[in-house]
């Protein structure tokens, strides 16, 4: 429950958000995204606009590659790539030494999760609204070693309840696996009480942050979460293809990966082989050099708007395209949490989402629709077949979402 002060906090802090929403570079924004031109992009929890700086990294590093040789380039960026670690650290208050890159978050969240040391009878905690890759996964792993899988049910705002949460955990529970934003909703699940919990009982704690990282300030030591997987192309507006785990240092060593190969172990005998001790245990040799280069400029962009910005105005506008959608009587707006961010998910009476994401296409709007088969357990407690998902980004505008909804209400 919130206390006085906390509920005073919240209040002040939100003052200071629409301040800063108020003062927000919005020509700026839309400057160095050129896609701003040509669609209203409200599907950015899908993948959003790269800014210009990204797009010149990626292509700038294929062309170096082409003139003098693939090896010769990543030696030449070494020190730029180097830096995408520390720069990714700084935005997620870790170190550089517990960041692996990887191609998605999928691929981040399988390496931490098969590394873990399961044995029969132990317990995975997760959420109601737990994404299905990670379900599928636990879903597997309880079959191979016999794990018992429990969604904590959710609170009377739709989140994890971290009260249902304590009394859940026993001797049995090896792992608290929860995601952060849902695939299928603005909720945003209380990270840190979950991370708190974890603490106090010695638990391994996964946090997908798939959809949070890039839209909300994130530090994973205020979390206390001892993994965590992001992808690059949705909220950080890196390319396609890119992803990033963090692996706190003194977990690193009771985890071993599901595959090695000769980057992440060194074979050191005929018949011995050494894991590193660092991140980069969970990474592969071969990688996209330019991908990877190009997420690290996707997060110094994100970091020199500064995330307390760009939060801030994520979170004014999806507020207020809840509001205006919540106005046009055939739309039920979706969304669940206390806290909720930049994904909005709604239903409009007597239209299927699929079509409605068509209509609008004609206009040049994206939207995204979720599925049940994206959070099946959610989706069917709330008798929810799909949902349109319509997740905005600092570089949208309220004349966009008046566009928007005009388009709604036109259908
Ligand atoms: C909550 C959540 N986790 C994980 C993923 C998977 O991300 P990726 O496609 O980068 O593997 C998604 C993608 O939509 C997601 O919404």
Known sequence: MATCGSMLWIHENHNTQKENHMTFDINKARRDTPGCEH????NNAGASLMPQIVRDTVVNHLDCEM???GYE?????DERLQGVYKSIATLIGAEADEIALMTSASHAWVQAFYAIPF???????TARAEYAANYIAFLQVAERYGVE???VPSDEHGQLSVTMLEELIDERVKLIAMTHVPTNGGLV????????VAREHNILYLLDACQSVGQLPVDVREIGCDMMSVTGRKYLRGPRGTGFLYVKRD???????????LHSAMWTDADTYEMRTDGRRFEKWESSIASRLGL???VDYALEWGMDTISARVIALADELREKLSAIPTVTVRDLGEQRCGIVTFTVGGHEENAIKATLAEQKINVTVSTVASTRLDMEARNLDKVVRASVHYYNTSEEIDRFCSAIESL
């Open 73 to 77: 380039s990543a030696n030449e960026a």
């Open 39 to 42: 669609v209203l992009h409200f």
């Open 149 to 151: 899988v429990v969604p």
């Open 251 to 261: 977990v690193i060593p009771q985890l071993t990966p599901p595959t090695l190969d």
């Open 189 to 196: 699940n209380p990270a840190e009480a979950v991370g708190q």
């Open 119 to 125: 044995q029969r009878g132990d317990k995975i905690l």
């Open 67 to 69: 003139m003098i040789g």
């Open 296 to 298: 690290g400029a996707a």
